[in-house]
């Protein structure tokens, strides 16, 4: 058990529907790293926070955002859905930013009908 | 920006055989080099790290080798059981980065 959790395991939407993903880090973890992985993918990262600021961006639509709120969860909501956001969303924390390691959850599995 | 090789994709090992990962990056700077086991179903899992001050680490069967001039690092898997068997992720990131890079992954099956 990595510590960090992660909320719902599955979620099934439509196309043009709006899904908030939720993430709690390990306690004492400052940073919240979120990212997506697509059927046989890689991970992509999409953004990470650090004690409720956005620290970096990486590879995330327009349609999607986060935040990171003062008890340190963090939530990614993701809007106008496509059917090619069907995909895997992982939370990792970590003690700050950097050469640390990530504690990632075990994911919510997003699949888009 | 880093960017990180990683090869192969997939690799089919006999139990008690050796299984061996690498990957190349290409930022000088990176200076930590982690390992994720991704079982099925499960979020990716830090096996083991290395710093860029270290050569080499070893925790029991597994090993991790690291060449800071050739930019390029080893996972080393020796013994193979079945439930070695899984997706495996290498990475690199640096000092005052907010990101980690993450090689594509090499999906290890270990045969019985």
């Known amino acids: 058990d990595s510590g960090v959790t992660q909320t719902p395991k599955h979620l099934i939407t439509a196309t043009g529907q709006r899904v908030t993903l939720r993430c709690s880090p390990r306690?004492?973890?400052?940073?919240v790293y979120w990212y997506q992985q697509s059927l046989d993918q890689g991970l992509q990262f999409l953004i990470q926070?650090?004690?409720?600021?956005?620290?970096a961006k990486g590879n995330i639509l327009e349609r999607f955002s986060a935040q990171q709120f003062p008890d340190l969860h963090s939530e990614l909501n993701l809007s106008s859905l496509e059917l090619g956001d069907s995909a895997l969303y992982f939370c990792?924390?970590?003690?700050?930013?950097?050469?640390?390691?990530?504690?990632f959850g075990d994911g919510t599995r997003l699949s888009i009908l | 920006g880093e960017n990180v090789e990683q090869h192969p994709s997939t690799l089919s090992v006999q139990e008690g055989d050796s299984a061996v990962i690498k990957c190349t990056y290409s930022?000088?700077?990176?200076?930590?080099f982690p390992w994720y086991k991704q079982e099925l179903g499960k979020g990716p899992q830090l096996i083991i790290d290395?710093?860029?001050?270290?050569g080499e680490k070893k925790d029991q069967r597994i090993a991790v080798t690291l060449n800071k001039t050739a930019k390029h690092f080893s996972l080393h898997i020796t013994e193979t059981q079945p439930e070695d068997s899984a997706v495996y992720f290498c990475?690199?990131?640096?000092?005052?980065?907010?990101?980690?890079?993450f090689g594509a992954g090499t999906r290890l099956t270990v045969k019985p």
């Open positions: 930022d000088s700077a990176s200076n930590y």
């Open positions: 990475a690199a990131s640096k000092k005052r980065s907010n990101d980690m890079r």
């Open positions: 926070y650090y004690n409720g600021e956005e620290r």
């Open positions: 306690s004492g973890d400052l940073s």
């Open positions: 990792a924390s970590s003690t700050g930013t950097g050469e640390q390691p990530q504690h």
């Open positions: 290395i710093r860029s001050n270290v």
